[in-house]
């Protein structure tokens, strides 16, 4: 089992580089292409692909100019489907009025008379 938590820096750059390496391929675009859309040298672009470290605003320059732009939402926590301190929370603070039982009108007599 490949498990993403135990790769190194270098490894997870390396794998960043053959994925912005594929990309470009797939789109028919050379370094030197890429680089001239991108803005930035082409010892810049061989570098990101070889994973051997890279600037944020390069990489973002070369993942705009792949249109792959859309990567920076997949860099955000995850949706919360549970979290106990918020039934905590909910537990402490006071009901709502929509939230609120409403007593019987049996109860409300039986009250009345005691």
């Given at each position: 089992?490949?498990?993403?938590?135990?790769?190194s820096v270098d490894q997870m750059e390396e794998r960043l580089g053959r994925?912005?390496?594929?990309?470009?391929?797939?789109?028919?675009?050379?370094?030197?292409?890429?680089a001239?859309?991108?803005?930035?040298?082409?010892g810049a672009v061989k570098s990101l692909e070889k994973g051997r470290g890279?600037?944020?605003t390069t990489f973002v320059k070369v993942m705009?100019?792949?249109?792959?732009?859309?990567?920076?939402d997949t860099v955000r926590p995850?949706?919360?489907?549970?979290n106990p301190l918020d039934l905590l929370a909910a537990q402490e603070r006071p009901p709502r009025p929509s939230e609120r039982q409403r007593v019987s009108r049996a109860r409300r007599s039986e009250e009345r008379r005691g």
């Open positions: 089992m490949n498990d993403d938590r135990w790769m994925n912005i390496r594929a990309t470009r391929l797939a789109q028919d675009l050379s370094q030197s292409e890429l001239d859309r991108a803005n930035v040298s082409l890279s600037t944020i705009r100019a792949l249109g792959q732009q859309s990567w920076i995850p949706s919360r489907a549970f």
